[in-house]
């Protein structure tokens, strides 16, 4: 059986926050919009590469948590639009990008990923942010 790897590109740019039934969650260190991460957990074989790949069961699994990520988004940014995505062709192991986006957000309305402009979270922001997303996700976070 294969060890799950998390890609180093997405570890680097990203904090991890916890498990979820199927995915890590994942919260993008890029303070200008809320951004998070799921990355399906795969050990058979430890990289997939496509939402494709999953037989139908993960892919329900992972729609749920989807879903929960972006109710949670919808909570915290009740006058956003969600960019939901699977792009990966940067970073080609499965991960889905959950974004909450606003008409004053920096690259509004062109896309996040790619964008060179970025801002570093206050340590402040940072862990009161963290902390609000495991308290809200508290029930689903392993």
Same mark, same amino acid.
């Given at each position: 059986?294969?060890?799950?790897?998390?890609?180093?590109?997405?570890?680097?740019?990203?904090?991890?926050?916890?498990?979820?039934?199927?995915?890590?969650?994942?919260?993008?260190?890029?303070?200008?919009?809320?951004?998070?991460?799921?990355?399906?957990?795969?050990?058979?074989?430890?990289? @997939?590469?496509?939402?494709?790949?999953?037989?139908?069961?993960?892919?329900?699994?992972?729609?749920?948590?989807?879903?929960?990520?972006?109710?949670?988004?919808?909570?915290?940014?009740?006058?956003?639009?969600?960019?939901?995505?699977?792009?990966?062709?940067?970073?080609?192991?499965?991960h889905i990008h @959950?974004?909450?986006?606003?008409?004053?957000d920096f690259c509004?309305?062109?896309? @996040?990923?790619?964008?060179?402009?970025?801002?570093?979270?206050?340590d402040e922001t940072?862990? @009161?942010?963290?902390?609000?997303?495991?308290?809200?996700?508290?029930?689903?976070?392993?």
């Open positions: 059986m294969h060890e799950f790897k998390l890609d180093p590109t997405l570890a680097n740019d990203c904090i991890l926050i916890g498990e979820l039934d199927i995915s890590l969650l994942l919260l993008n260190k890029n303070a200008l919009v809320p951004w998070l991460i799921l990355v399906p957990k795969y050990t058979h074989p430890s990289y @997939v590469t496509e939402f494709t790949d999953l037989n139908e069961t993960e892919q329900a699994r992972v729609l749920s948590e989807i879903n929960l990520v972006s109710m949670f988004l919808k909570k915290q940014h009740p006058a956003c639009k969600l960019n939901i995505a699977t792009i990966g062709n940067v970073v080609s192991q499965c @959950v974004v909450a986006r606003h008409e004053q509004w309305p062109d896309v @996040v990923w790619g964008q060179s402009q970025r801002e570093d979270y206050s940072l862990e @009161v942010l963290i902390q609000t997303i495991k308290t809200d996700l508290q029930t689903h976070l392993k």
